[in-house]
């Protein structure tokens, strides 16, 4: 065990590798270009509400760097970036004509793109089903982050995942996650992973709850 550990960490990448393999990836190059698709500073998004995001964001052994986020805007074709085929129609992205609350959204989805170690490893090679499981909760607490009001905290009721193709470590993930309901203080999310092709690798549901922390302190 201890002999696996030290050549994953040896044959691992560093940190600056990762950073510039990630920059020239046509995905990112893609999002960079998208209209209505914008850089999420993440630290800045979290600072403010309470929530478990920073399991992920800020916990390196998963991964050396964090993940690179993007923010689709309302006015923006959140569904046209999805297999649409794999969503049912009621749970497609919210629109400013599907929404039916009186709270704005403002950013209906979230794009990430992560880097996944080799120390996090279920079977040699491939993803802890766990580590799945904390990436998805990460990116839907951060979605919900985004469109939450200020002094807020987020609470995952439930979270259900599919897991639909095994998923390599050592390697970049392209991650979606939107809003397709609301029900006054409850968010219905799903999140989507993909491969670089464009496979569908998990996809999950989960249900939100915003609080004011004044409520649940």
């Known amino acids: 065990m ?3 550990r030290l050549f994953a960490m040896w044959k691992s990448k560093s940190a600056d590798d990762i950073i510039s393999k990630r ?4 995905a990112v190059c893609d999002l960079k ?20 995001a920073s399991s992920h964001f800020a916990y390196r052994p998963i991964s050396k760097v964090a993940p690179l986020a993007f923010a689709w805007s309302s006015s923006a074709d959140c569904a046209k970036q999805l297999l649409t085929d794999a969503v049912p129609k009621d749970r497609l ?6 929404l039916h609350s009186a709270r704005q959204i403002q950013i209906p989805m979230v794009t990430l ?4 170690d080799d120390n996090v490893c279920g079977h040699p090679g491939l993803i802890h089903g766990g580590m799945t499981t904390t990436i998805a909760n990460s990116s839907l607490s951060l979605l919900a982050a985004l469109n ?13 995942m599919d897991y639909r193709k095994p998923i390599p470590t050592n390697n970049f993930v392209k991650i979606h996650a939107w809003l397709y309901q609301i029900n006054g ?7 989507h ?9 998990v996809e999950a549901v989960s249900d939100i709850a915003v609080y004011p922390l004044s409520v649940v302190d």
Not at 23 to 26: C, D, E, I, M, N
Not at 193 to 201: A, Q, T, V
Request: glycine share 2%.
């Open 2 to 4: 201890l002999a696996r």
């Open 23 to 26: 920059a020239s990836l046509p």
């Open 33 to 52: 270009k998208a209209p209505g698709c914008s850089p999420v500073d993440v630290e800045n998004a979290l600072r403010n509400v309470s929530c478990s």
């Open 93 to 98: 992205p919210i629109t400013p004509h599907s």
């Open 113 to 116: 793109v992560d880097h996944v």
């Open 148 to 160: 939450a009001p200020k002094d807020a905290r987020i609470v995952p009721l439930s979270l259900n």
């Open 185 to 191: 203080d409850k968010m219905k999310t799903a999140i």
């Open 193 to 201: 992973f993909y491969s670089l092709k464009n496979e569908m690798l």
